[in-house]
C-alpha cells in the first residue's frame, strides 16, 4: 500500500511528483502516514500530529530550531542534511574566492589601483565540518593546488583532504591555514568556535568564510579583529544576529562581506529536496531506514 | 657549453635560479645568447639586439604590444603563454562566482535583503578561447554540474568541453550558453567580439566575464547594455581603455566588477615564470624547439 504523504504548509508541484515517483500518495495531514514540511520557520508547523504520522520530513539542513519539537517516542524526523551541500558548498567558494582575490574592495572601487593580491593557488585551506558540504567543498578544490585541512568530530580521515584533525584539535589549525571555511553544525559545542582568541591566531591575510550558522561565530570579536587587521577578512553567509540588523558594525566593518543567507537559493532549494523526498518516500514505503534522521541528543 | 643567459632590465634571484637549473649561465647582453626580459612594459628594452642573441623570452602571456619589434630575420621571441593560465583562470573562476552568486550587490550593501539568486550549478558556460587558460578554467569547473560550451579558432574538440564551437560559429554561441567568459588572445580578428548585437543575444541573467584583454569587448556597447539590463552584469579584470580612467561610466555601471588587471598577480607571477624559463633554457641549450614561439603573424 502506498504510504499517505500530507505537503504542508503549502504544496509544491516538484515535491508533489517526488512523492508519487517515490510511491507514495498524496493526503490530508488527518489520514497521512508522513509528512513533507517545506516551510524553513517553526511557526505554522501542528501543535500536535496526528497519531498515525510515523515519520516528518524537514526542508533544512540545520535543524537547531526544531529540537524542542522532537520528542523521543514520537515520529521519526529526517533533516535535509546534505541535500544542499552543492549549491552552499559552491557559494562558501565564490565566497572564499571573493575574499582571496580581493573582488570585495574592486566591488567597491571607483578607481584604477593595482594592489597586492593572493592567489588561492598554493595556500591551506582549513575546512570545519566535513559533512555534506564540507565534502562538496574538497571536491570543488580538488582542481586547485590548496591543501585541504578537515576538522571533524572524530578526525577520521576525509576524502581529499591532506590531513584531518579532530575537534579537539581545533585550537591548533588556525594557525595551520591561510583560510577558513566553517561549515559545521550549530550545537552547544560550536557556539563562539571562532572568538578573539581564534581570530587572533589566524594570518594576517586569512579569510574566515562561514556558510554554517551566525553562531560558530563571535560577532562582536570578528568586528574587533577586522577593525584591528588580525585577518584578510570575513565573508559570511550567516550570521548573529539574523538577520543582520541595519546598522550593524558588520555592514561596515573593514573587508566584511554578507551575503543574506543564500547559498541555497530558493532557486535550487525545492530541486535539491525534491530528490530526497522522492528517496525518502521510497525508504518509508519499503521500511529500510531514512536518510538523515534527527538525533536530538547531537542536535542534528 | 652553457648558454649565455641575460636576465634583464633587473634581476630576479627566482628567474636566476631557474636559468642555472635549466642549464645556463648569466651573462652581460654584449655577450648574450638569449635574453630572459622580466617587464611588461617595450620601454625599457634594448632598441637593437646584439647579433649573438638568439632566442628572447618575454614575460608576458599576450604579446600584441612587442609585435612591432619581432622581425622575420631577428632572433626567436617566445611569449609566456599558457604560464599563468592557473592564476587567472583561478581569478576568472572568482569572477564568475561573484557575478551569478550576486556578490558584487552583497559587497556594496548596507541592508540584509535577501533577493532570488542563481548559482552556478545547471548553467551553461561558454568560453571563448581555449588555450591555456581557458583550458585551466575548464579543469576547475569540472567538479560543477555545469555544462561547457569552448570557441576555438578551429573547433577542434576541447577536453571537458560539452561541444566545441569553431570561430565562425561564434554568432551562434550568445544564445546558447548563461555565462560568458572571455579567454582569447587581442588580435584584428578578436576586436570588438563582444558588441550591442552580442550582448542582446546573451540571456538576461547572463553574465560576462573578461581576463584576456580589454579590446575585445566594445565598452560603450557594454555600459549601455548594462544600463538596459540586456545582461546580469559583467567581471572584467581587462578594460579599454586601461587602466580605466576615474570617472569612466563603467565604474558606475549596474553590475559591473572591474579588478585592475591583477588576475596574474606579482605574487604569483615570478613562481610560475620560473618554471617556463627552466624549461626554455633546457630546450634552448639542448636545441629542441622552444615553448610558446610567436608568430607575428598569428599575433600571439
Given amino acids: 500500500v502506498a504510504p499517505k504523504v500530507h505537503i504542508g504548509p503549502q504544496v509544491d508541484p516538484a515535491i508533489e511528483r517526488a512523492v508519487r515517483d517515490g510511491g507514495g500518495a498524496a493526503a490530508a495531514l488527518e489520514a497521512a502516514d508522513a509528512v513533507v514540511w517545506l516551510d524553513w520557520r517553526t511557526d505554522g508547523f501542528p501543535e500536535r500530529l496526528p497519531d498515525g504520522v510515523r515519520w516528518v520530513q524537514l526542508p533544512s539542513a540545520g535543524v537547531e530550531i526544531w529540537l524542542p519539537r522532537i520528542g523521543a517516542d514520537g515520529p521519526v524526523y529526517t533533516s535535509a542534511a546534505g541535500v544542499y551541500a552543492v549549491p552552499v558548498a559552491e557559494h562558501a567558494l565564490g565566497l572564499l574566492l571573493a575574499g582571496v582575490r580581493g573582488l570585495v574592495a574592486s566591488a567597491r572601487a571607483t578607481s584604477w589601483r593595482p594592489d597586492p593580491r593572493r592567489t588561492l593557488e598554493g595556500s591551506t585551506v582549513a575546512i570545519v565540518g566535513a559533512g555534506g558540504?564540507?565534502?562538496?567543498?574538497?571536491?570543488?578544490?580538488?582542481?586547485?593546488?590548496?591543501?585541504?585541512?578537515?576538522?571533524?568530530?572524530?578526525?577520521?580521515?576525509?576524502?581529499?583532504?591532506?590531513?584531518?584533525?579532530?575537534?579537539?584539535?581545533?585550537?591548533?589549525?588556525?594557525?595551520?591555514?591561510?583560510?577558513?571555511?566553517?561549515?559545521?553544525?550549530?550545537?552547544?559545542?560550536?557556539?563562539?568556535?571562532?572568538?578573539?582568541?581564534?581570530?587572533?591566531?589566524?594570518?594576517?591575510?586569512?579569510?574566515?568564510?562561514?556558510?554554517?550558522?551566525?553562531s560558530l561565530i563571535g560577532t562582536d570579536a570578528l568586528v574587533s579583529a577586522l577593525h584591528a587587521g588580525e585577518i584578510g577578512g570575513a565573508a559570511l553567509d550567516v550570521t548573529d544576529p539574523e538577520p543582520l540588523p541595519d546598522g550593524h558594525p558588520l555592514w561596515t566593518a573593514p573587508n566584511a562581506l554578507i551575503t543574506p543567507h543564500i547559498a541555497n537559493p530558493p532557486s535550487a532549494m525545492m530541486r535539491h529536496l525534491a530528490e530526497r523526498v522522492r528517496e525518502n518516500v521510497r525508504r518509508f514505503a519499503a521500511g529500510e531506514p531514512l536518510l538523515a534522521p534527527i538525533d536530538p541528543d547531537a542536535g542534528y
Fill in 133 to 214: 558540504i564540507g565534502r562538496a567543498l574538497i571536491e570543488m578544490l580538488a582542481p586547485h593546488d590548496v591543501e585541504i585541512v578537515a576538522v571533524t568530530r572524530r578526525g577520521r580521515p576525509v576524502a581529499g583532504a591532506a590531513r584531518t584533525l579532530a575537534a579537539d584539535a581545533l585550537p591548533d589549525v588556525w594557525s595551520q591555514a591561510d583560510h577558513f571555511v566553517i561549515a559545521a553544525p550549530a550545537t552547544g559545542a560550536t557556539r563562539h568556535l571562532v572568538g578573539a582568541e581564534q581570530l587572533r591566531a589566524m594570518p594576517a591575510h586569512g579569510w574566515l568564510v562561514n556558510v554554517a550558522r551566525g
